[in-house]
C-alpha cells in the first residue's frame, strides 16, 4: 500500500500553479470579477495576452475589425470566458501528460477534463444553481488526483483491475483498497494544498460519488454528471472505463431524465471542440 | 495508414493499406462493415441511439445518432460498389455504468437501436461484444478485413 508519505511527496512534487493562476484563482470565488481584475492579472502574462488577441482575432470570432488591446479583448469575449480559457489554458501542461496508469496518452486528460468542464458549467446554468461561476474550474480539476496517483496505479494496476472485475469494485473503491487513496481523495488534497475555494475542493472529492454526502451539494451533482457523461460517451476514457456506481437520486433530485443526459452529452462534444478550436490542445512537456 | 475515427464519425475507404480505428468506445458504439469480395472497409463511431433528439445536429453530423449514421455508413460503402450479402459487419462498445438497472442507459439503447435498424434492413451481425463496463478501442484492417479490440490493455480478435 502506498504511504500517505509517499502520497504527500507525490502532490508536492507537483508543480504550483503559475502566478497568473493563482491570482485568478483568488479572484474566482467572486461571482462578478470585475474586467479590471482580469485585465491587471493578464497583462502581466504576455503569453496569455497574446492568446487572448489572438482569439478575438480568430475567424471564427466574427469580429469584423482587429482588436489591438486587452481590455477591448476581454470586453468583447466576457470576463469569465477570459477567466475560463486562462485557467485551461495553465494548467493545460500539467493535464495534457500521458497518465500511464490510467491509459491517457498524451492530451487525452486534458480533453477529457475540458470536455468536463464545458459540461458542468452547461449543467450548472441549465439547473440556474448559484456558484455556477465555478464550475468550469471544478470540473476542469476533477480528476487532478490522477496526475498524482497514475504511477501507483501503474504499479498496483493488475490488483486493481482483479477486484474491478472479480469483485465488482468500483475504480475508485479498488484504488482506496490497494493504495490506500482514490484518485477523488488525493485530487482533494491537492485543491487544498492549493488553496482553492472549499465548494471546488467538495467537487473534486465526490465526483464519482455524490452519495457519500449527507447533505446533497448541487455543485458535486453537476461535476458528477459531466462526469459520468464524460465517460459514457468515451473523451478520453481509459483503464477504468465506466467502472463507476451510477446515482439515480442526482438525476431524481433535478428532475433530469435520460434525454437530458443526452442533450448534455451533445453540449459536451460541441463544447469540446469549441475550445479545442480556441486553444488548441497544448503539447505535452 | 491508419485513419482514426472520431466519436460521432465515420470512414469509408477502398485503400486495402489503411485500418480504420477508433479510440475508447464506452457507451457509444463502433459499427465496422467490410466487403469481402471488394475489400472496402467502414467505420462508425455513433454516440445517441435517436436523431429524433436534435434533427438539426443531426443534419449536419448524421454519425453522431444510430439511426442516421448507421444508413450513411452503409450508403457510402454501398457508393463504392460494396454488396449487402457481401459485407460483415462487427459491433462493440454499448458499455454501461455499474448497476446493471440504471437510468444511465445511453449504452443499452444505443444496441437496441442498432439491432432494430439491422433487423429491419436483414442484415445479419457477424460478431459483437458489447456490454459491461469497459472501454473499447476498436481496429479494422481494410487488407483483410480482421477487427480487434483492445481492453485492458489486452487485444483480442473479434
Redesign the interface.
Known sequence: MTTAIEMIEGIDALPPLPGTTQRLMAIVGEPNGSLDDVVDIIKHDQAMTSQVLKLCNSASSGVSRKIGSLREAIGFLGTKKVFDLAIAAHTGGMLSKQQVGYDLEAGAMWRQSVAVAVGSAAIAKHLRLQDAHLLFTAGLLHDIGKVVLSEHVAESYAEILRLVTDEKLSFIEAEHRVLGFSHEEVGALVAERWQLPEAIVRCIRYHHDPFSLAVPDPLVDAVYLASTVCLMIGIGGGADGLSYRADQSVLDRHGLDERDLELIAMQMLSGLQEAELFMQAPASE | MELIVD??DMAVTPDTNASLVT??????IGVSIWDRSLRVGGLLHY???NAG??PE?AEERPA?FATTGIPALFREAFELGAKKEQLSVRIAGG?????DN??????R?NYVALRKILFKNGIRIAAEDVGG???RTMRLDVGTGRVTLT???IEREL
Open positions: 466519436i460521432a479510440y475508447s468506445l464506452g457507451s457509444c454516440m445517441l441511439p433528439l436534435a445536429k453522431m458499455s454501461q455504468l455499474m448497476d440504471n437510468r444511465f442507459n445511453i449504452g439503447k463496463s469497459i472501454s481492453s485492458n490493455r
